[in-house]
């Protein structure tokens, strides 16, 4: 992009002037010489005159000014460094004269430059920023040229975005720019542009491209419907005026009733049970919102029978008949699935509640509120690593697509967290016996066996390998005394490495190397084999994404096999192992079914039925008062769900669909049972996770620390503090006996 026209300079120059101190007749004649060639048309001319200047009167009074005009006839010769250097050192000198002028010129210089590290963000500033809408919109298209030369085309996209944005976007100029980086994206990768970031303004753009794309930019009954959707997803887009009857389209009110949503749950058949439980959750949030003040919601649901079909009908239904403003549910996948492009045609916000992640990302219309499996293994390595500081893992999951998915996201996340997988083996979904699983992980299965073809394979792990059987496996055979432990066995690794680790540093010196350590085994009190994994050195957890059910028959099994879970095994130089897991393991029969081979299981979770928080124990108290057994964590997702709604349509401004699926993507909700936080660009609601370690025999909370409770003091401990005693009682033997230290103040 070329400049626009050369700028006059003499107002500025008679400001700075005034005031400015006596100088050598020099300095003077020399500085009028730069004034005539300042205000002259050859830049070059300018240029000698104020390096020849600079160089002879370097303490002048002019000397900002003259790097301000320096820096200027640079831009003017092309001479883009010198110009950025010039203004650079205006700035560091002190100079702050038209400063905004100053960072655009600063911005295109860096552009220029090709300094592709700073020039986006400055030019980004500039645009957004700049009171001038000349300057503005000169940096957004400067932005736009520097990404499309280094092919960044969704940059591209989101730089035209600033000048949509600022209502700058001229499709003369611009539109052009468009067209060539919509050319690189497919009509699948386009459609997601338009639904899938977080600028209205972009997501319009891609929209348009993807109507001129798959021309639907005609007036006619065939396209009637694309420009419909068009304009009832960006009715006040600057864009609009570009689509065949788009504005008149977008003018046209919304046949919705504001205080109707609609509910799409499997009422009947094979999952009428957790259909139930989701309505009972939706009804609690009602009676909540009612007992809050806001405005009374009608609720229409609609049996989907577990159906996809019936749930596309009766989406429509429910939109066409009931001109409901929102829908909860559906629950199931394949049901979630079925009714995204009805959704999207119909314009209607859904707020499903499908463990499947992903589907919403698509979508204009359609969001999901599940706590999903990918969120709990994310938060699971952050708080081993950042918290726990284990780094060092064993997998073992079942060989199903479902887990080999989980598992391929937590190798994922702990590479680049830092740590590494030491051990990997599958088992089969209906397994019970899980000694050998426990022997593979190790390695010692191996040094009997030898591995065949079969055992090399990982199902459903395409590209991964098994780390124990690699050449050199990642073992930890030579730490000594001066490497730190994690967190999780600190106490029972360093009395080990006291113990075993035969360190001759003390007789030879601190240059000697360390010898390896030699482990003994528990049982056999032989050493264990070189070629084998030492669980609690080589490995400190065990990630299993499996259910409670399975995980309490794999514990004893993996202990039996001297993986000390949960130091369970005495012998002190035997560091313990943590099992870890998500959401499924969040059930007291995983205590129940394996008593103590549990202790010290980490669980990630969004929901806690003991959790301390008052909104969690005011919705458990709420539902059995009204149902007589305890929530999970399908009411608690569905009454999470459902008072986002009712929180947005409290707002007496949200009045149509279109106004609610703005709104869904900017707001937080101002209460949550299971952590939800607000919905993310791809559709997916974010919730902060909770942390949970079975302790003697029970679930608690860890992450977040419970608050301490603190105690008020008593009308007597008071009167005792300031040396007063109560008119109404006297004191008894008790408060005048002394009391032990430990009841003086009652602990957290």
């Known amino acids: 992009m070329r400049l626009l026209g050369r700028l006059i300079l003499t107002g500025a120059l008679a400001v700075l002037l005034m005031g400015a101190g006596p100088g050598s007749r020099a300095e003077v004649r020399a500085w009028k010489q730069v004034e005539v060639a300042a205000q002259g048309d050859n830049a070059a001319?300018?240029?000698?005159?104020?390096?020849?200047?600079?160089?002879?009167?370097?303490?002048?009074?002019?000397?900002?000014?003259?790097?301000?005009?320096?820096?200027?006839?640079?831009?003017?010769?092309?001479?883009?460094?010198?110009?950025?250097?010039s203004l650079e050192s205006y700035l560091s000198a002190g100079g702050r004269t038209d400063l905004p002028d100053i960072q655009f010129r600063l911005a295109i210089c860096l552009a220029r430059e090709d300094r592709i590290?700073?020039?986006?963000?400055?030019?980004?500033?500039?645009?957004?920023?700049?009171?001038?809408?000349?300057?503005?919109?000169?940096?957004?298209?400067?932005?736009v040229g520097l990404h499309s030369f280094h092919g960044a085309w969704r940059k591209v996209l989101q730089a035209q975005g600033l000048l949509l944005d600022r209502q700058l976007f001229d499709p003369a100029i611009d539109i052009s720019y468009s067209k060539q980086a919509a050319e690189v994206f497919s009509d699948a990768a386009l459609q997601s542009l338009s639904?899938?970031?977080?600028?209205?303004?972009?997501?319009?753009l891609a929209g348009y491209l993807l109507l001129d794309r798959t021309g639907q930019l005609v007036d006619s009954p065939e396209t009637e419907d694309a420009r419909r959707r068009y304009a009832s997803n960006h009715p006040e887009h600057p864009l609009i005026a570009l689509v065949p009857g788009g504005a008149g389209m977008a003018a046209i009110p919304e046949d919705t009733r504001p205080d109707v949503v609609g509910v799409l749950l499997p009422l009947s058949g094979r999952y009428a049970a957790p259909g139930e439980l989701a309505l009972r959750g939706i009804s609690l949030a009602k009676a909540s919102a009612l007992a809050r003040g806001w405005s009374d919601v009608e609720l229409v649901p609609i049996d989907t029978a577990g159906d996809p079909e019936q749930a596309t009908a009766g989406l429509r239904t429910l939109v066409e008949q009931h001109k409901v403003i929102a829908v909860l549910g559906p629950m199931l996948s394949s049901e979630g699935e079925a009714i995204l492009s009805t959704a999207d045609e119909l314009g209607v916000p859904v707020l499903m509640m499908v463990q499947r992640p992903g589907l919403a990302q698509d979508t204009e219309c359609v969001f999901n509120t599940w706590v999903t499996a990918e969120e709990q293994v994310d938060a699971l390595v952050e708080h081993a690593v950042d918290r726990l500081g284990v780094t060092r893992f064993a997998i073992a999951y079942p060989a199903k697509a479902g887990s080999a998915r989980l598992v391929e996201r937590f190798w994922s996340r702990l590479e680049s967290a830092g740590g590494l997988v030491a051990a990997i083996e599958s088992y089969a979904p209906d397994a019970t016996d899980f000694r050998e699983t426990a022997r593979r992980l190790k390695g010692s299965h191996y040094l009997a066996l030898p591995p065949g073809e079969a055992d090399l394979v990982l199902p459903f792990l395409e590209g991964r390998t098994k780390p124990q059987l690699d050449s050199t496996p990642p073992r930890l055979r030579t730490v000594t005394r001066s490497v730190a432990q994690p967190d999780v066995a600190a106490q029972d690794a360093a009395e080990t490495l006291d113990k075993v680790a035969d360190v001759s540093a003390d007789a030879e010196g601190d240059s000697a190397p360390p010898k390896p350590t030699v482990w003994i085994s528990p049982s056999t009190k032989e050493p264990i084999s070189d070629e084998e994994l030492v669980p609690g050195v080589d490995f400190q957890a065990v990630f299993v994404p499996d259910n409670y059910k399975r995980v309490s028959m794999l514990a004893p099994g993996l202990l039996f096999e001297e993986i000390n879970l949960g130091g369970h095994l005495k012998e002190k130089d035997y560091p313990k192992v943590v099992l870890m897991g998500g959401a499924a393991l969040?059930?007291?029969?995983?205590?129940?079914?394996?008593?103590?081979?549990?202790?010290?299981?980490?669980?990630?979770?969004?929901?806690f039925l003991d959790s301390p928080s008052e909104s969690v124990q005011a919705?458990?108290?709420?539902?059995?008062?009204?149902?007589?057994?305890?929530?999970?964590?399908?009411?608690?997702?569905?009454?999470?769900t459902a008072l986002l709604v009712f929180q947005l349509l409290a707002n007496e401004d949200i009045r149509s669909r279109r106004e609610l699926?703005?709104?869904?993507?900017?707001?937080?909700?101002?209460?949550s049972v299971t952590g939800a936080r607000g919905l993310g660009i791809d559709g997916e609601m974010r919730h902060e996770m909770l942390t949970l370690t079975v302790e003697k025999g029970a679930i608690v909370q860890t992450w977040p620390p419970p608050a301490p409770v603190i105690l008020e003091p008593t009308e007597a401990e008071d009167a005792k503090d300031t040396g007063e005693t109560s008119a109404t009682s006297s004191p008894t033997r008790d408060d005048t006996a002394p009391k032990p230290a430990s009841a003086e103040a009652p602990a957290p």
């Open 661 to 671: 699926r703005q709104r869904l993507r900017l707001t937080t909700p101002i209460e």
């Open 117 to 143: 590290d700073a020039a986006p963000a400055a030019l980004r500033n500039v645009a957004v920023n700049d009171s001038s809408d000349e300057r503005a919109a000169t940096a957004a298209r400067e932005l």
């Open 45 to 85: 001319r300018a240029m000698e005159q104020l390096q020849r200047f600079l160089t002879k009167f370097p303490e002048s009074s002019h000397r900002l000014e003259a790097l301000r005009l320096q820096g200027i006839a640079g831009m003017e010769l092309g001479q883009w460094t010198l110009a950025r250097e």
């Open 586 to 607: 969040n059930h007291p029969d995983l205590v129940a079914r394996a008593g103590k081979y549990t202790e010290g299981t980490v669980i990630v979770d969004g929901f």
């Open 195 to 204: 639904r899938g970031t977080d600028s209205p303004s972009v997501r319009g």
């Open 619 to 640: 919705f458990k108290a709420a539902y059995t008062e009204a149902y007589g057994v305890d929530p999970s964590i399908l009411e608690a997702n569905s009454y999470d």
